[in-house]
């Protein structure tokens, strides 16, 4: 039994002693008398049992953090629920705890609690199945299906209309329409492009070959001619007729590319016609070239060919055995190219002078055809003009 019980302003007190029992003391008014009881615990649990039980409980006297207990359930497992009552007996704090089972956790109860779940992804499943099923699977054949689509085919959805969604069997409809109308167009592009072909090529023999006539009449009334200058002035008209069928030839060849013409072809060309019209008193007539493949489109290589001969021609009348070096390099603007024709016939004297009045004002249009300056230097001897290119071979 304790020494002293704990104090309260209660004129009871009471006191537990784990596992032995329980202590009551009442004091007078005054405090001159006092008296203790002391409860053993099987007496505590004998007065606590009733006659009758219907059902195992436990019981446990309760005072703060004390607990004195009186009554246990014999087979309890750690993880049996249990339902708990505390009631307060109004006795100096006491309270007692009683314990029961709660009902077991059954199949039923299982089922029961589970049943919103199951039905939860029942209906999760099946929305997910019919959705997956009927839209997300369509939609991605069909996908599949306009994606591998190529310009001239038509697009084959035999799977699509036996889907029950009517607006993804519409759908598929206007894209296999749309396919169908698309294939027609182009099979009546390819027919129109297949014609022009046609055409154009047509025109490229018509006009080669009208200037290959016109360069014959040239050449046969070169050779009837009654003087040597009139054989010498037939010569300068037939090169500037082979410069313009060179330029309508290598055109017609780059063509279908659509790249542009490239300089260094053509104007090697040019230079190789030049030389072999050139008459018996130009045999030391010598041209060296030094260009850089640059491409140009018709317009250009019609003004280049054309401003190359006639600066040729211009030196050939000052100089009939003239050496000519041609050079074509990059410009310091960009997409722009610089074409240069040297030679010491070009350098100022009275020849060049007379000369240059007879083909100035050709070179001058050629220029603003090319839409650049044409400058000369007098000392060297030199033409260049910068001109706009497409890029390089």
């Not at 609690?113 to 199945?129: C, E, N, V």
């Not at 603007?333 to 000369?355: C, I, K, N």
Request: proline residues 5%; contains cysteine; charged residues 20%.
């Amino acid at each position: 039994m304790p020494a002293a019980l704990r104090q309260t302003d209660m004129p009871i007190t009471a006191d537990i002693i784990p596992n032995r029992g329980l202590v009551l003391a009442i004091s007078g008014p005054g405090g001159d008398t006092f008296a203790r009881a002391y409860f053993p615990q099987p007496f505590l649990q004998k007065i606590g049992r009733p006659s009758s039980r219907a059902l195992t409980f436990s019981s446990a006297l309760v005072l703060d953090e004390d607990a004195l207990t009186l009554e246990t359930i014999p087979d309890e497992r750690p993880l049996d629920r249990m339902e708990t009552m505390r009631t307060d007996l109004g006795v100096a704090g006491i309270a007692l705890r009683t314990s029961i089972r709660s009902a077991p956790v059954t199949s039923s109860l299982v089922v029961a609690m589970l049943l919103p779940l199951l039905m939860w992804l029942a209906a999760a499943s099946i929305a997910w199945f019919v959705v997956d099923r009927l839209l997300i699977r369509p939609l991605r054949r069909l996908r599949g299906a306009v994606a591998a689509f190529t310009p001239g085919e038509t697009l084959d959805l035999g799977e699509v209309r036996t889907l029950p969604a009517q607006e993804i069997r519409e759908l598929g409809d206007t894209f296999q329409a749309i396919s169908q109308t698309v294939a027609l167009h182009e099979a009546g592009l390819a027919e129109g492009l297949v014609r022009q072909t046609k055409l154009t090529r047509e025109v490229h023999h018509r006009v080669k070959n009208n200037l290959q006539v016109i360069s014959s009449l040239i050449n046969f009334h070169a050779r009837s001619a009654p003087s040597e200058d009139a054989t010498v002035a037939y010569a300068s008209i037939q090169r500037r007729v082979d410069a313009l069928a060179v330029v309508h030839r290598n055109h017609f060849a780059e063509l279908e590319e659509n790249r542009g013409l490239n300089l260094r072809t053509m104007i090697g060309e040019l230079s190789a016609n030049i030389r072999a019209t050139a008459s018996e008193r130009s045999h030391g007539l010598g041209i060296t070239l030094d260009i850089d493949p640059y491409l140009v489109n018709q317009d250009v290589a019609v003004a280049i060919a054309f401003l190359a001969t006639e600066t040729i021609e211009l030196a050939i009348s000052c100089d009939p055995a003239a050496q000519i070096r041609i050079v074509v390099k990059p410009a310091d603007a960009p997409e722009r190219a610089l074409l240069r024709v040297v030679s010491r016939a070009l350098v100022e004297s009275d020849a060049f002078r007379e000369a240059v009045v007879r083909y100035g004002r050709v070179m001058e249009g050629l220029s603003r055809q090319l839409r650049s300056p044409l400058h000369h230097d007098p000392l060297v001897g030199a033409y260049e003009i910068a001109f706009t290119v497409k890029g390089r071979d």
